[in-house]
Every structure is written in structure tokens, then in C-alpha cells.
């Protein structure tokens, strides 16, 4: 099938004719040695000579789209890979409900559409930012693998997000491009546009639940651009998601390895209370109750990736056709949302209650709420692991109104099961429910090294299977090479 394979000849890899096209072929070009430079100054930091073991696109074809070999990172074919065009899509909601689906930029909704392209774009060298200190601490060559992998497929979906702005916005299109490499994440006068992605990433349980919680809400919002009517930045989210299911993986089982080895060195230690901290800590393993607190703390700060729950803008992008919601076209109502209502949590009167808006208004609400439907599942996950060692402790999503900074509940403080605490209470008791100063000395002390082929650190179990199927003893990263 056309476009299914990736053309490797030319210097940006790519299965959409780049060859042809030599405007855009020009253009990226120009745009390369800069991303190369930010990739060497905010890529991770110590190891762009090691050779890694990393996966790389060839095809598009959902069965069997990568290939596995030894690479430097700077090394890495970053390529411009769209899903196959669907023949005869339409817009599958909105104002233009049914048209057939746009292969251009449609006139009316282009700053609209830049806006969405610029904020998905500035998430992915963000993320890149916030890690490059975290090889050095790595508990295994096989974490180390993972951390690169994601790092360099952050790269590509940067890439990603380029090619649309080179390709369909002309001179200003280049100049976000441009802006995407200067910004930086923490930075004061230049930051990355959201908030959680200018927080610091300081450990490797940090980046497990900064792949699991805020990877997933770039799944949400990719899910949402996938169904755009503009049908280039749909067939680049569809792709983009291939790569995505890897990155929460990696959250996931990251997160699940470390429950595990908590878990079963207390049982060898014979300490059946999950809250003794300091008996549990005394082993090398992360307690549980400081587990909960770090996704406490992942969770609402993903939750206010979402904006606010009520929101015009959402609205407009859903009205115009280019945002739609989780699975849309597996909805079954008009996909205009003409009438339709959709209950919201509101503060009213100092009481959470749920009210009735209007749903078009309240689309980042719902896209939030099967966000958390989302996580819920892996949590539950994370808690048979806990169950299964016969330990007595079950780890929770925090209330939506807990810790959060934007959207309704920015202005008031809640517990964790959602009671409304004045300021007082709050800062009595925030150190119960978010990791504290010392929580995270505790574990910066336990972040080192082990660069050993197949062996651990003591805070985290091993991995069922390899990557690409390989045995415990594989040198998934040659650090001197
Ligand atoms: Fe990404
Ligand atoms: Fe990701």
C-alpha cells in the first residue's frame, strides 16, 4: 500500500514524497541544524556518544512499523511519518459536519488551527528539557533505554508538529517553528506554555508518573486531534499515538516495578504495615504512602493540562471541526452537540456540586473525565501488583478538586477525597497528601546508578520481558562508545 513504508534516502526520513516537495523539503532543512543544536544542548545530557538500543519507524503500518538497532541519540532518523490517507473521510462533527474532510487549512479557522498545532508542538521538546538530567541516575541500562526512547520519539513528534507549521502556514508558520526551539521548560522569560510541562522532573519515579499521567493526557489530546477535519494534522496524531502507547508503558511498568520491589522487600523484611515509613525506607525501597503522594501530585498537575471545565475556546475548536472528542466518531448522538448537556463539577457557594452545562462548553470536562477513566484502570492495575504480595494498601485517584490550579477549584483547598479545608488546615496537612522536601531528599538518595548489564537498583524489580524480546543480560545501552 502507498505511503506505507518510509522513504530513508533523503536526510528527513518520511513517507508522505518529501522528495517532490521541495519547497517543504527546503524548509525543514533550513529548520534541522537548529533542532540538532537544541537537541545537543537540552538532549540528554552525558550520553549523545553512548550507542542505544532504539526503535525506529519504517512503515506506518500499525503491525510491525519498527526496527530495533544501536544508535547515537544526535545520530537518530527523525523522520515525518503520517497514518495512511482514509478515502473519503468527512468532518466528523462540528459546524461542517459531514463535508468532506480538508486537506488544506480552512481560511476561517487558521489561527485557531496554528494556535492547537503551536501549544501539542511546545509539549514535546518540553519533556525532552525536563529529563536530560535523568540517565545519569538510572536504575537500569534498561530504564536508561526507555528514558531515551521516549526522549527521542518526543523529538520526532516535535518534528511532527514542524512539518505542519512549514508545510500549511507559510512565514508564519515558520516563525513558531522557530519559537519552538527557543523556548524553554522552567525557564522565567522564555517558558514552555503549560504549566506542568516548566515543572522539574527531579527523579526516576517522577518521570514513571510523568509518563504515566502526563503522557496519557497528550494521548487524550492527540486522541482529539486524530478526529480533526483537518486531515494532515489527523493522519500525523494517528501516527503520533503508535508511539505514545510505548511512552505510558513505560509509566506504567515503571511505577508497577517499583510497587513490586517496595512490596516484596517488606515481606522478606516481615513488616506488614504499609505506613511504617521509616522501617520501609531503612530497606532501600520507596514506601507506598510517599508512592501515593508523588501521584497525587503527577495526577492534578495533569489534570490541569485540561484547562478549565467550562470553556468558549473548546467550544469554538469543536464548532470549527478541528478538536473533537475521545472516540468521537464511535459517539452516537449528532456530533454538534446542539442541545446536549453534560454535568460539570462547580463550586457553588463553597460546595462541590455537579451542574448541568451546556456540553459544547463543557468538552474539556468530558475529555478530562475519560482522562480519569483512563488512569482509574491503571491504578487498579498498580493495586492487584500490591494485592498479590498480600500487602494491606490500595493506592487512589486523588478528588478532582484537590491541588489544582486551574479551572474551578484553583482558589480553594480540598483533601484528597474532596472536602473543602480552609488555608489553615491545608498547609497543616498538605505534607500528608504531597511529597515534602524531605520525601524528596529521600529519594534522590536512593537514585544511583546501576549501569551493571542486567543488574537493578534496589528500589526497583526487574521487568518481565525485555524490549524487542531480548534476555536479562542484554547491554541495552553502551555507554563508551
Ligand atoms: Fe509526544
Ligand atoms: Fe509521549
Redesign the pocket.
Known sequence: MLGLNVDYSTKIPNNIGLTEDRRVLKALEGWHPGYIDWWMDMGPEGFQESLVYLRTAVSVDPKGWAKFDYVKMPEYRWGILLAPQVEGRTVPFGEHYGEPAWQEVPGEHRAMLRRLIVIQGD??PA?VEQQRHLGKTAPSLYDMRNLFQVNV??GR?LWAMVYLLHKYFGRDGREEADELLRRRSGSTDHPRMLGAFNEATPDWLSFFMFTFFT?RD?KMQ?ESLAQSGFDPLSRTCRF?LT??AH?MFVGETGVGRTIQRTCEAMKEAGIDDPHAVGKVRALGVIDLPTIQKKLNLHYTLSLDLFGSEVSTNAANAFNAGLKGRFEETKIDDDHRLSNATYPVLKLVGGEIKRVDEPALTALNMRLRDDYTADCAKGVERWNKIIEKTGVDFRLALPHVAFHRHIGEFRDVHATPVGEIIADAAWEKQKEQWLPSASDGDFINELMKPEFDTGKFASWIAPPRVGIDNKQGDFEYVKIAA
Do not use: A, K, P, V
Request: hydrophobic share 15%.
Open positions: 509539549t514535546e519533556s520519539e518526543e513528534h503522557d497528550g492527540l503520533m508511539e505514545e511512552h
